[in-house]
């Protein structure tokens, strides 16, 4: 068995997932021999199963790659994120658990409780639409596992490559304004989030993930109780009908199906909150080393970072053409400050326009133009640089246990002549 | 008018017999393909990689290796694999990950301290064994580099 071979089984798609369905499994959830399944074409989905081609039943882009299929995980890929606002059909799917499957709009209630609250409140979602303002942001919201799959030795866990990003535009209303209708208390130190989703084990006392943010994220004027996504309701598998949206942060903390909100006079204790889990260690590490628990420190701002978008890598171009190279940058709760690109594996670097961003914690977009000096192979590696001048570096970063927070250069290979 | 009527009768009467005899045939066809399933499709070249036919001939099989239904490197201990870790979740994320034995140990800890994994009991040596032989991690250094590119013409 080669490496190759293990790993080209392991890129999931459209195709690994079709071969996934056996016909007996298809029969007993049918509760039926498929008598003439011999003859099915290999490409068809019978009708009962297309709800579970996960394309389909997502509304996704053909370009998605499936990760796992329990629960769904399914990472973008940078040529299909060149839109300024990610559309719904582009954005990586991230689940810690079981997608709820049966969301009623009409009852669906949000309960606010914890230590720091003077007395527990709830609303419904016309409440929440009624009483308070609207504010739109468009939020980058990054795995915080994006780019595991580059450290060593591996960590475990989805192997997410580059596409476990999106930038898509959120409406709600602020959580600033629904705590201050509750009203909390000085104590407040933590939100956690509770929400409908269910655990892999199917244990219904065990929430699949509770994760939240600290008092002063939460009290930022994006940090959003949000109820739609690009001007329509938030799709199924990105929260519908409610979820917390707090950009710059891992997407972990961005609780979906939001039910519950506890105001915490401690660091939210739950799932997914305990070391090592969204957690990397206080100090640096040696590769491979053991890191005690309360070592490990919860991670916060997401790094500065950036992906070309365009072209999609493997362009071949004529000798003598120049070539528009275009992405997008973010740096967590920072702004970025400066876009360069590299044809030399960093000899020289070439500035890029950079816009501003359309408001705080959105990703902003650059281009440039690039000429090549003769024919032959090349890469076009991007570095951004944030507000604070931290650069990406163009190796691995520092490894951690859980494999965070990589955010080494993002490259694409092209050919000249 | 009772002629017109007898008449009715008698075309309702043929057309019945007419579908009951074509229910009859159609029955006898399930059985014959079921019986013999090739029954359908003996002209279809016998090497087609047809992956609906594939399953439902064999469950089970194993190309090149590789345990098609699962993606699982279909060598001993895969079958326990199969049957203690895919309740949970998908091979996918077995094939996805590398680690050592102690590596592999851990995240089966991992697993049956927060995730409801049960006890292995004898099955948990075949399982590690099989995890850190087939799925043991590959040094690539700090920045491999770029493979299956797929190359195209970039058209303005």
């Not at chain 1, 929430?207 to 949000?226: C, F, M, N």
Request: with cysteine; proline share 5%.
């Amino acid at each position: 068995m080669t490496e190759d071979k293990i790993q080209s089984l392991a890129i999931t798609g459209r195709r690994r997932f079709l071969r996934n369905i056996s016909l007996s499994t298809l029969s007993a959830i049918i509760g039926a021999d498929i008598v003439f399944g011999s003859s099915m074409p290999k490409d068809y989905v019978p009708v009962v199963f297309q709800d579970d081609d996960p394309y389909k039943l997502f509304k996704k882009h053909k370009d998605l790659i499936i990760l796992n299929n329990k629960p769904w995980n399914l990472e973008s890929q940078p040529h299909i994120l060149d839109d300024k606002v990610t559309p719904a059909d582009k954005m990586f799917v991230r689940n810690n658990g079981l997608i709820p499957e049966k969301v009623d709009k009409a009852t669906w209630k949000l309960t606010v409780d914890g230590e720091a609250v003077k007395a527990i409140k709830s609303y419904s979602l016309e409440d929440l639409k009624s009483k308070f303002d609207h504010y739109t942001y468009q939020l980058t919201l990054e795995c915080g596992g994006n780019g595991r799959s580059e450290f060593y030795p591996p960590a475990s866990g989805n192997q997410w490559k580059t596409g476990a990003v999106s930038c898509a535009s959120w409406t709600g209303v602020r959580l600033r304004d629904v705590l201050e209708d509750v009203g909390i208390t000085d104590k407040a130190v933590y939100v956690g989030y509770h929400a409908a989703d269910t655990h892999l084990s199917g244990n219904p006392d065990k929430e699949p993930i509770s994760r939240g943010v600290p008092i002063y994220k939460a009290l930022q004027d994006e940090t959003l109780l949000a109820f739609s996504m690009n001007g329509e309701d938030i799709p199924l598998a990105h929260g519908f009908p409610l979820r917390l949206v707090a950009g710059g942060f891992p997407a972990s903390a961005s609780g979906k199906w939001l039910n519950r909100i506890s105001v915490r006079n401690i660091v939210h204790d739950g799932a997914k909150m305990e070391a090592p889990s969204y957690r990397v260690p206080c100090k640096p590490v040696a590769p491979g080393e053991e890191v005690a628990n309360e070592d490990m420190c919860i991670i916060e701002s997401m790094p500065v970072k950036s992906l070309i978008t365009y072209p999609k890598t493997g362009a071949m171009i004529a000798k003598g053409k120049s070539l528009e190279v275009r992405g997008h940058a973010w740096a967590g709760e920072l702004e970025v400050s400066d876009m360069k690109v590299s044809i030399d594996f960093g000899q020289t670097w070439q500035k890029c326009q950079l816009e501003k961003p359309v408001n705080r914690l959105a990703w902003q977009h650059f281009k440039t133009q690039l000429s090549f000096p003769q024919q032959g192979y090349y890469e076009v590696w991007a570095k951004a640089t944030d507000a604070n001048g931290v650069s990406q570096p163009m190796v691995v970063p520092g490894w951690n246990p859980k494999g965070y927070l990589n955010n080494a250069c993002h490259r694409i290979a092209i050919k000249v002549g | 008018m009772e002629n017109d009527l007898i008449k009715s009768l008698k075309k309702l009467l043929g057309l019945m017999l007419g579908l009951s005899f074509l229910i009859v045939i159609m029955i006898g066809a399930l059985v014959l393909v079921n019986i013999n399933p090739d029954f359908i499709h003996k002209s279809k070249d016998t090497g087609s990689t047809d992956l609906a036919e594939v399953n439902v001939q064999e469950g089970d099989l194993v190309k090149d290796g590789i345990h098609m239904s699962t993606g699982l490197v279909a060598e001993e201990g895969y079958e326990t694999v199969i049957a203690n870790c895919t309740n949970c979740h998908a091979a996918d994320l077995i094939i996805q990950n590398r680690g050592s034995k102690e590596r592999w140990m851990a995240l089966i800890d991992w697993m049956q301290e927060t995730q409801g994994l049960w006890d292995l009991g004898s099955n948990e040596e075949i399982i590690v064994s099989y995890l850190s032989e087939y799925y043991a991690p590959i040094q690539r250094g700090r920045r491999p580099n770029l493979v299956d590119i797929e190359w195209y013409e970039l058209k303005e």
